[in-house]
T-cell receptor
Framework: GESVGLHLPTLSVQEGDNSIINCAYS??????FIWYKQESGKGPQFIID?????DKRQGQRVTVLLNKTVKHLSLQIAATQPGDSAVYFC????????FGSGTKLNVKP | GAGVSQSPSNKVTEKGKDVELRCDPI?????LYWYRQSLGQGLEFLIY????????KSGLPSDRFSAERTGGSVSTLTIQRTQQEDSAVYLC??????????????FGPGTRLTVT
């Protein structure tokens, strides 16, 4: 069956450090990937996406890396801030969207 | 605002009662999705609408769950004879294009359902 999984359920980082959140997927035919951020009591918010014809995409303070060989996706947050504390979900699309269970990011001041 | 809205934000109901959850998608978005999120868990897909039709209902957990969409806009998720295991946050999302093409989904704030 289809799956999107996360390696670390909780990640604690010091303010100012870089954060890396990882995600694995099982379907090599997946062609579209998204990272979402969900703050407490709110719906998921789009952060960045990447299509399978790319291996890296950068946004503001965030970078998504896609390794299709090992079916691995990562989200890098530069200079992590307290406002980055949230649960981060990866999702991929193969005819429909599949979401991972999420990684909680705690940013320590 | 121009985002996805959901109502009510919170709903407490007694076991066995029926509930209706409403979603107002972003204007012009043809695709609409319902998800369920249990505490500390990821998103569980329930149903996908393209316009007023639902080509994918595969995530509805039982026949107590149903959803409709009218006018290509507002959607209602109905849960009949609620059970305690139905307690969760129900999230709605909308997007411009068809599900199979991918593309950003915009989420509403969710409805927190508690069945006592």
């Amino acid at each position: 069956g289809e799956s999107v999984g996360l390696h670390l359920p909780t990640l604690s980082v010091q303010e100012g450090d870089n954060s890396i959140i990882n995600c694995a997927y099982s379907n090599s035919a997946s062609d579209y990937f998204i990272w979402y951020k969900q703050e407490s009591g709110k719906g998921p918010q789009f952060i960045i996406d990447i299509r399978s014809n790319m291996d890296k995409r950068q946004g503001q303070r965030v970078t998504v890396l896609l390794n299709k060989t090992v079916k691995h996706l990562s989200l890098q947050i530069a200079a992590t801030q307290p406002g980055d504390s949230a649960v981060y979900f990866c999702a991929h699309n193969f005819n429909k969207f599949y979401f991972g269970s999420g990684t909680k990011l705690n940013v320590k001041p | 605002g121009a985002g996805v809205s959901q109502s009510p934000s919170n709903k407490v109901t007694e076991k066995g009662k029926d509930v209706e959850l409403r979603c107002d998608p972003i204007s012009g978005h043809t695709a609409l999705y319902w998800y369920r999120q249990s505490l500390g868990q990821g998103l569980e897909f329930l149903i996908y609408f393209q316009g007023n039709s639902a080509p994918d209902k595969s995530g509805l957990p039982s026949d107590r769950f149903s959803a409709e969409r009218t006018g290509g806009s507002v959607s209602t998720l109905t849960i009949q004879r609620t059970q305690q295991e139905d307690s969760a946050v129900y999230l709605c999302a909308s997007s411009l294009g068809r599900q199979a093409l991918g593309g950003e989904q915009y989420f509403g704030p969710g409805t927190r359902l508690t069945v006592t």
